[in-house]
Nanobody, 126 residues
C-alpha cells in the first residue's frame, strides 16, 4: 500500500514563500515520477509541477514557472515544492501524486498518477 503525506501548507500573504513536503512510503520511491497538483474551490484539479524518477528533469505549468521549484530526495523518500512570490490565485489544496509506472516520464495528466496524498491547504491573502 502506497502512502503519500503532504505537509507545509498554511496561510500567507501575497509575495511570501512556502515549502510543501510530501513523504512517500510503500513503494520503491526512487523509480517513479512524482507530481504536484492543486485544486481551487469550484475548479478542476490541475497540474502544477512534475519531476522524473532521478530528479534530473522537471516540468512546470505556465502559471507557476519561474516561481515554483520541485525537487526530490530519493534517500529520504521525499518530494518538495518550493513556492515563491505567491499570489492569491495560488490558493488551493495541493496534492502530491506518484506515477503508475516505474521509470515513467513526467506527465501533466491526472490519470497517469495512481496514488495521491490527502492534500494540504495553501491560502494566499492579497
Amino acid at each position: 500500500q502506497v502512502q503519500l503525506v503532504e505537509s507545509g501548507g498554511g496561510l500567507v500573504q501575497a509575495g511570501d514563500s512556502l515549502r510543501l513536503s510530501c513523504a512517500a512510503s510503500g513503494r520503491t520511491f526512487s523509480t517513479y515520477a512524482m507530481g504536484w497538483f492543486r485544486q481551487a474551490p469550484g475548479k478542476e484539479r490541475e497540474f502544477v509541477a512534475g519531476i522524473d524518477w532521478g530528479g534530473s528533469s522537471t516540468v512546470y505549468s505556465d502559471s507557476v514557472k519561474g516561481r515554483f521549484t520541485i525537487s526530490r530526495d530519493n534517500a529520504k523518500n521525499m518530494v518538495y515544492l518550493q513556492m515563491n512570490s505567491l499570489k492569491s490565485e495560488d490558493t488551493a489544496v495541493y496534492y502530491c501524486a506518484i506515477g503508475s509506472k516505474p521509470f515513467g516520464s513526467i506527465s501533466r495528466e491526472i490519470s497517469v498518477y495512481n496514488y495521491w496524498g490527502q492534500g494540504t491547504q495553501v491560502t494566499v491573502s492579497s
